[in-house]
């Protein structure tokens, strides 16, 4: 049976991933041709209203894409029939910036009503947001669709806990398709951003070994020992340059002033010792890396084609 020159076109078009519903850095290139612009706009101005935006949006997109895939679930609101992330233990009163998001949708949605996912944003806004704060850019790959459901219990097994060892994070990034190496970059995410008392108390009161005594005791001043007592109160996760995305993370590693538990077990002896010093001292080789990881992060899981939705309001379902 013979093919059409239409017709042998399709098939070429489906093998190369774009009748599939694979990602593309133009997807939307016709059917939204400002999308890019108006969310670099509204992100630009949220982090000029609050420079720590820029991380919280960024983490949204990491937390969104590691409880099945990137797919807008962390986004949804909880109602009486549908318990979504929101709850969950790590984003509880510390995952934020959903206003944002709103108000860059609504942004979107003027431009090109229901045409641009939710998941897609968040895409958008943790590479505009490392951008505006410094840090590298890279070709978002889009066409992702937005989920109809959530799992609060995916989230709480999922996300990596700061409290986590190294086998540990190594095993949580697998699972999302990254390797330790692109965890190791991507932890460098770190470099900006805030974390509550409760996600560090243990390390500086409970832990000598790989924790800088002068650092600890700083950190202390604003963490108070008892539980319960301060647990919202921050402190920046990289001491040196907290609104600048660059490679400092890493030197504070080697200097044992990783915040986080997790933090310094990237550099406490193990096989990640040899990339958090590499990135120590080649910060382009850092971005580069970081960028990659992105990339490779955002293709993890994503629902394309005729799967989920193309929520008009990022919080909750059509």
């Known amino acids: 049976m013979g093919f059409s020159s239409s017709s042998t076109v399709l098939l070429v078009m489906f093998f190369m991933g774009v009748v599939s519903g694979q990602l593309s850095t133009n997807f939307y290139s016709k059917s939204c041709p400002k999308l890019l612009p108006t969310v670099r706009s509204a992100v630009h101005s949220a982090i000029v209203k609050e420079t720590r935006m820029g991380a919280s949006l960024l983490r949204l997109h990491f937390h969104d894409c590691f409880v099945n895939g990137c797919d807008g679930s962390i986004l949804l609101d909880d109602t009486s029939s549908f318990t979504g992330e929101k709850r969950a233990a790590p984003n509880f009163r510390s995952a934020r910036g959903f206003e944002v998001v709103d108000n860059?949708?609504?942004?979107?949605?003027?431009?090109?009503?229901?045409?641009?996912?939710?998941?897609?944003?968040?895409?958008?806004?943790?590479?505009?947001?490392?951008?505006?704060?410094?840090?590298?850019?890279?070709?978002?790959?889009?066409?992702?669709?937005?989920?109809?459901?959530?799992?609060?219990?995916?989230?709480?097994?999922?996300?990596?806990?700061?409290?986590?060892?190294?086998?540990?994070?190594?095993?949580?990034?697998?699972?999302?398709?990254?390797?330790?190496?692109?965890?190791?970059?991507?932890?460098?995410?770190?470099?900006?951003?805030?974390?509550?008392?409760?996600?560090?108390?243990?390390?500086?009161?409970?832990?000598?070994?790989?924790?800088?005594?002068?650092?600890?005791?700083?950190?202390?001043?604003?963490?108070?020992?008892?539980?319960?007592?301060?647990?919202?109160?921050?402190?920046?996760?990289?001491?040196?340059?907290?609104?600048?995305?660059?490679?400092?993370?890493?030197?504070?590693?080697?200097?044992?002033?990783?915040?986080?538990?997790?933090?310094?077990?990237?550099?406490?002896?193990?096989s990640a010792d040899s990339t958090v010093r590499q990135y120590s001292s080649n910060p382009r080789q850092f971005s580069a890396d970081f960028a990659a990881a992105m990339i490779k992060m955002g293709d993890n899981k994503p629902l394309t084609g005729s799967s989920g939705e193309i929520r008009k309001n990022c919080r909750r379902r059509n």
């Open 104 to 270: 860059i949708k609504s942004a979107v949605e003027r431009v090109c009503p229901g045409v641009v996912s939710c998941a897609d944003i968040l895409a958008i806004s943790a590479r505009d947001s490392v951008n505006i704060l410094g840090g590298p850019t890279w070709g978002v790959k889009l066409g992702r669709r937005d989920s109809r459901t959530a799992s609060q219990a995916a989230a709480n097994s999922s996300i990596p806990r700061p409290t986590s060892s190294l086998s540990a994070l190594i095993s949580s990034f697998s699972a999302a398709g990254l390797s330790a190496k692109d965890m190791v970059a991507l932890s460098g995410s770190h470099t900006i951003g805030q974390a509550r008392c409760t996600s560090f108390r243990a390390r500086i009161y409970n832990e000598t070994n790989n924790l800088d005594a002068s650092f600890a005791t700083s950190r202390r001043s604003n963490c108070p020992r008892a539980t319960g007592s301060g647990d919202n109160n921050l402190s920046p996760l990289d001491i040196q340059s907290p609104t600048t995305f660059n490679n400092d993370y890493y030197k504070n590693l080697i200097n044992q002033k990783g915040l986080l538990h997790s933090d310094q077990q990237l550099f406490n002896g193990g």
